[in-house]
């Protein structure tokens, strides 16, 4: 059965380093998302990519965040200068259309020192 | 303020017992998904529904749209279902979540 993918499953940075978080959405869909969970807190939107560009984004999606689909696969999450309150746990998902089953990735695990 | 609420926070239950997990949803939000995150932090979509109900296996989820909520149903719980399950509203282009509720069932 086809999966979302994410890598890596696990990033450590120090706090003002860039880190790129990458998926690979289900092949065939065209809706994507990224949602982080800070330890112990509900997950939390970020941001929803569509037809090469964003379609909305959250208050926590800042300038110090960005996304892009740099190829007919990958999905990415870049954050540009870590602080110590972007550890979480981001999960990338992706559906077919909008209002259906958003299927989620393992999540990548990032903790900022 | 689209908001989305589940109650309870924590239930724990016998093995065989019937499971109810409620949540409540505000103006805005057109589709619910009931989702359950594993120990290890996986999320898996379990339904996504506008309307009605649906069944999957020893789990149902209802939505009542006029009265903006719906519930998750376990019925015959088993020690493997225990994990976190979580209601998220559906605002067109983001889901919106709940804080989730922590199910336990012991044997």
């Known amino acids: 059965e086809p999966e979302v993918t994410q890598t890596p499953s696990h990033q450590v940075t120090q706090m003002g380093q860039e880190v790129i978080l990458r998926c690979v959405p289900i092949?065939?869909?065209?809706?994507f998302y990224w949602y982080r969970q800070i330890l112990g807190q509900k997950v939390e939107f970020l941001v929803s990519?569509?037809?090469?560009?964003?379609?909305?984004k959250s208050e926590i999606f800042d300038d110090q965040f960005s996304v892009e689909r740099p190829d007919g696969s990958n999905f990415t999450l870049k954050i540009r200068s870590t602080k110590l309150e972007d550890s979480a746990m981001y999960f990338c998902?992706?559906?077919?259309?909008?209002?259906?089953?958003?299927?989620f990735g393992p999540g990548t695990r990032l903790l900022v020192l | 303020k689209n908001e989305v609420e589940q109650s309870p926070q924590n239930l724990t239950a016998q093995e065989g017992e019937f499971i109810t997990i409620n949540c409540s949803y505000s103006v805005g939000i057109s589709a619910l998904h009931w989702l359950q995150q594993h120990p290890g932090g996986g999320i898996v979509s379990l339904f996504m529904?506008?309307?009605g109900k649906k069944k999957h296996g020893r789990l149902i989820a209802t939505i009542n749209i006029q009265e903006k909520h719906s519930s998750l149903h376990i019925t015959a719980s088993h020690p493997r279902d225990s994990a976190v399950y979580i209601c998220a509203g559906d605002n067109t282009d983001k889901l919106i979540f709940g804080t989730g509720t922590r199910l336990q069932v012991f044997p």
């Open positions: 998902a992706s559906s077919d259309t909008w209002q259906e089953t958003q299927y």
């Open positions: 990519f569509y037809n090469n560009e964003i379609s909305e």
């Open positions: 529904l506008s309307s």
């Open positions: 092949s065939n869909h065209l809706y």
